[in-house]
């Protein structure tokens, strides 16, 4: 049985990125008969270029149609005075909220072999699992009203809203207290109950949902900038963190660094299960698009091929092949093999080029 992944390459080092990843989806079709049928489209600034709009109806119609979605990355200087609503950033936002992709999963995992290419010590990093789960599509992102107003006095005023309803916060918890429950069962649930409105609110519904369905998880609630040094300070203390879209933002990146790189986070965003049992994905890895090295072969690959690894596991069933996956990252780290972002040059190690690490995957991934 064939199924269907929809490339989306975007901007920058997308293209780059995502070509490694179709190198190693040809490899898991011959090894494991996986069957993946690749098809390319175009979103955030490329599709802007072609047609005038980050993501086309067309586009997304694929999207919807496909079993998962891989994208890259979006957005490059060049953009800087397109209209907000056309702008690259908007068509990843878009094709989030059109698919409903609630729920965005965002592991950060320390490897051994990375431990000097983060700036934390090593004691503080070795054995670090986390799994942050952002709320994808509410919140300050798409709270209504919006935008510049002039006040009868003629002074401007910009509004941005923070909004979330209550099936809002219990579906993004419940899979929060899902995913806790097959780890190791322990929650932090991040706002500002201190300050907003919304922190409260969300507090509150965690808290009973907790009460109804919580069995086996146990919860601890901590305000965001507390977690936010909670998580350069002691990041073991964490196994799953749930949080708001903006929180888990800003939180994801800051647990990007714990792993070393930007470069090395995955992430997947997942819908509901429709009436067909089909779940709507999204995989891209949390780094943007670099424009600064784009074009130039340097990229680290390696989140993109762990979002396929997490594509692997969570939309077609494949955990062996996506251990296995997972297994060569780990393998090719272990063996010194770097590209720039993950260089330690007290080692002597040279820096291989995105094409290179790709290929080193296949090598290790074996046959
Ligand atoms: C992310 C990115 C996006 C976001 C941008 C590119 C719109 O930073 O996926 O973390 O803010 O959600
Ligand atoms: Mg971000």
């Not at 409903?100 to 990093?125: G, I």
């Amino acid at each position: 049985m064939s199924k269907k992944i929809l490339l989306l390459p975007g901007d920058g080092i997308g293209q780059e990125v995502i070509a490694e990843a179709e190198k190693v989806i040809g490899w898991m079709n011959r090894e494991y008969g996986l069957g993946l049928e690749c098809e390319r489209d175009l979103i955030g600034g490329a599709a802007y270029d072609d047609h005038g709009t980050p993501l086309s109806d067309a586009t997304l119609k694929l999207a919807h149609e496909a079993d998962a979605v891989l994208m890259g990355a979006v957005g490059g200087p060049e953009y800087d005075d397109v209209p907000r609503d056309v702008r690259p950033e908007a068509g990843l936002l878009w094709i989030r909220k059109e698919m409903d992709l609630f729920a965005n999963l965002r592991p950060a995992v320390a490897f051994d072999a990375l431990m000097a290419a983060s700036s934390l010590k090593a004691e503080v990093l070795q054995g670090l699992d986390i799994l942050i789960v952002r709320e994808l599509t509410a919140g300050v992102y798409f709270g209504k009203p919006r935008g510049m107003e002039t006040l009868p006095d003629g002074t401007e005023r910009c509004i941005d809203t923070q909004s979330y309803t209550r099936s809002e916060i219990k579906r993004i918890a419940r899979v929060a207290f899902d995913l806790a429950r097959q780890r190791n069962g322990k929650l932090h649930s991040v706002e500002k109950a201190n300050v907003m409105e919304t922190g409260a609110f969300w507090r509150k519904v965690v808290t009973e949902l907790h009460q109804a369905e919580g069995d086996g998880v146990t919860l601890e609630h901590m305000y965001a900038d507390n977690c936010a040094m909670q998580l350069v300070r002691a990041p073991k203390q964490f196994d799953v963190i749930v949080t708001d879209n903006l929180f888990g933002d800003v939180l994801s990146d800051c647990a990007a660094m714990l792993t070393g790189s930007l470069g090395m986070l995955p992430s997947a965003s997942l819908g509901a299960v429709d009436s067909a049992g089909k779940r709507p994905a999204l995989y891209e890895p949390v780094h943007g698009s670099a424009p600064d090295i784009a074009g130039q072969n340097k990229a680290n690959p390696l989140a993109m091929l762990m979002s396929l690894a997490m594509m692997l596991q969570y939309s077609l069933g494949a955990d062996d092949a996506a251990k296995r996956l997972e297994g060569a990252v780990q393998a090719v780290l272990s063996d010194g093999i770097r590209t720039e972002d993950i260089l330690d040059s007290s080692k002597g190690q040279q820096a291989v080029s995105t094409s290179q690490m790709g290929d080193a995957i296949i090598d290790r991934l074996g046959s």
